[in-house]
């Protein structure tokens, strides 16, 4: 059972213009959630993360948004560059599962 | 500050041979998870240590995977004896506390041929 899923496997844009990072989750209990990006051979790096208190949470160009009743995340990223293009893995964890529970990830490439 | 450090990178072993991994965490994280990653997949918990004590470790295949956290700061992970399936990356990773953003290590892959 996929507690957190991200449906698009990849995602193209060009550079300057904005990309959106869906994530859904089924646990209603989930109250924490991240963003990581992964470029090959690397770890995961933490990007930005929200609280279930909260609906949005900004820094710099990356900007994530929470809506609870839906069970819904998404990444914003505007504007996007060539350096943005990597794996960007949706996390999220609760008082009921302390571990992470990541999403299967998203390849982004941000085109010139 | 250093980050997360995983040794080796890199290991190819045959199955059955036994095989451990090393991870130091960034200093003063009084937690440490160790994940598994396969391709095109995300990181899936393993074991999750509390300084020295594993607090979850339901995912740990216990019949060949130990693992252990000596002093509350360096972590092995062991693999014996390996099976073909066990080919992943193995990642660490380290944070203040359960409640706050885990750091990663640069894992390490592994290939069971």
């Known amino acids: 059972d996929q507690q957190v899923k991200q449906n698009s496997p990849s995602l193209s844009v060009q550079e300057g213009r904005i990309s959106i990072l869906n994530c859904d989750y089924t646990?209603?209990?989930?109250?924490?959630f991240l963003w990581y990006k992964k470029y090959p051979a690397e770890g995961p790096t933490f990007l930005i993360s929200i609280s279930s208190i909260k609906d949005k949470n900004e820094d710099g160009r990356f900007t994530v948004f929470l809506n609870k009743s839906a069970k819904h995340l998404s990444l914003h990223i505007v504007p996007s560059q060539p350096g943005d293009s990597a794996v960007y893995f949706c996390a999220a964890s609760g008082e009921n599962t302390d571990k992470l529970i990541f999403g299967t990830g998203t390849r982004l490439q941000v085109f010139p | 500050e250093a980050g997360v450090v995983q040794s080796p990178r890199y290991k190819i072993i045959e199955k059955k041979q036994p095989v451990a991994f090393w991870c130091n965490p960034i200093?003063?994280?009084?937690?440490l998870y160790w994940y598994l990653q396969n391709l095109g997949q995300g990181p899936e918990l393993l074991i999750r240590?509390?300084?020295?004590?594993?607090?979850?470790d339901s995912q740990l295949p216990k019949d060949r995977f130990s693992a252990e956290r000596l002093k509350g700061v360096d972590s092995t992970l062991k693999i014996q004896p390996a099976e073909l399936g066990d080919s992943a990356v193995y990642l660490c990773?380290?944070?203040?506390?359960?409640?706050?953003?885990?750091?990663f290590g640069q894992g390490t892959r592994l290939t069971v041929v």
């Open positions: 240590y509390e300084n020295e004590e594993a607090v979850d």
């Open positions: 200093s003063g994280h009084n937690t």
């Open positions: 646990n209603s209990m989930f109250d924490y």
């Open positions: 990773a380290s944070s203040w506390d359960r409640h706050t953003e885990a750091f």
